[in-house]
């Protein structure tokens, strides 16, 4: 069996006993090693790409009638040609231009960050992905990890992947359906690195750490230690949006002690020649 660290499915990280914003269980990640994990395409820039095809053909109707009435048959099908090759330049450039990459190399991507370990239950020290106790030489942040969710579409080959997560501010449901209003938590500009070391198990009747509010898919969700967690907001908010992307570790990739397998895809460890 599968072996997670985390909290329970009503939230353990539950502070100061407000249920709408604890947290709980721990997690899981990504498809590649670090540095080589894809970023899916967001819906802004699949709506992009919609209005580039549909802008474009546009373009090139609208100039018909005038290309008709003022040129021949060969000098028209030219401007359509070039009219149409410009109007598909513009339009590109536009999402490029707004493409939400802050600054970095790999798109952000949102969701949602609750927060376990020493301040809200559960332990760092046994993550499922066998780093072992917290800090220590093979996790290059720290105590500032993560436990994602089983469920994310990241999550294969994930443990060791480092995170870069700032605070998102935003409204969103639980795993239940409430909603809960995390507009004014985040500290300004905060930014925190976390290293993938465990995970966040959806609901399996046998896992004590089965976490079916925050981790069965209903929106991207990470479980961040608390250290990591109180870089982006006081711990008292219990759960905030977030918005987060793949970077390079400070110190460089480091596989797990754990291999991938069938009931453990998230397992990096290198194989034996």
């Given at each position: ?107 952000w ?45 990241d ?22 359906g409430?909603?809960i ?12 690195i ?32 608390s ?18 992307r ?24 290198k194989?034996?020649?």
């Amino acid at each position: 069996m599968v072996h997670y660290s985390g909290k329970g499915d009503l939230g353990q990280s539950v502070v100061m006993g407000a249920v709408a914003s604890g947290g709980g269980g721990g997690g899981g990640v990504g498809r590649r090693a670090a540095g080589g994990a894809a970023v899916a395409a967001t819906p802004r820039q699949r709506r992009h790409a919609r209005r580039f095809v549909t802008g474009a053909a546009a373009a090139a109707a609208a100039a018909g009638p005038v290309a008709a009435t003022l040129f021949p048959c060969s000098i028209r099908r030219y401007c359509l040609v070039l009219i149409a090759a410009l109007s598909a330049t513009l339009l590109l450039a536009t999402p490029a231009a707004r493409a939400d990459d802050g600054g970095g190399g790999g798109g952000w991507r949102y969701g949602r960050a609750t927060f376990y370990g020493s301040m809200g239950g559960g332990s760092i020290d046994d993550g499922s992905c066998m780093y072992g106790g917290l800090p220590n030489g093979m996790v290059s942040t720290g105590k500032d990890i993560v436990a994602l969710s089983d469920t994310a579409d990241d999550y294969a080959g994930s443990c060791g992947r480092c995170y870069e997560v700032q605070c998102n501010p935003a409204s969103f449901n639980d795993g239940y359906g409430n909603h809960i209003d995390r507009t004014s938590p985040c500290y300004n500009g905060s930014s925190v690195i976390v290293t993938v070391t465990d995970t966040c198990p959806c609901y399996y009747p046998a896992n004590q750490y089965s976490n079916r509010r925050w981790c069965c898919g209903d929106m991207y969700h990470m479980d961040l230690s608390s250290e990591a967690f109180a870089k982006l907001a006081d711990l008292g908010w219990g759960v905030i949006g977030t918005r987060w992307r793949v970077v390079g570790c400070p110190g460089g990739f480091q596989p797990s002690p754990r291999a991938a397998s069938s009931d453990f895809p998230a397992g990096t460890k290198k194989r034996q020649r």
